[in-house]
């Protein structure tokens, strides 16, 4: 199923080509991130917040206008 997987075994390389041999797979536990949940309201003062805060973010693109 989908999640993150620990792999254990011999990575091999034959004819350029490369391998891995698992002899072991674990699914390991993964811990959620808050900034994807969907508990926080997404009202229009929460939108109008988050938008002041990217404002204030620093643009390092070379782009002319």
Known sequence: GK????IQGRVSEEFGFY???A????????????RYTDTISRSS???SKSS???KGGI??????V
């Open 45 to 47: 003062d929460n939108y």
């Open 52 to 54: 002041q805060s990217m």
């Open 3 to 6: 999640g993150l997987y620990k």
């Open 59 to 64: 643009n390092q693109t070379n782009t002319a």
């Open 19 to 21: 391998t891995v041999e």
């Open 23 to 34: 002899s072991a797979l674990y699914k390991v536990a993964m811990v959620p991130d808050p």
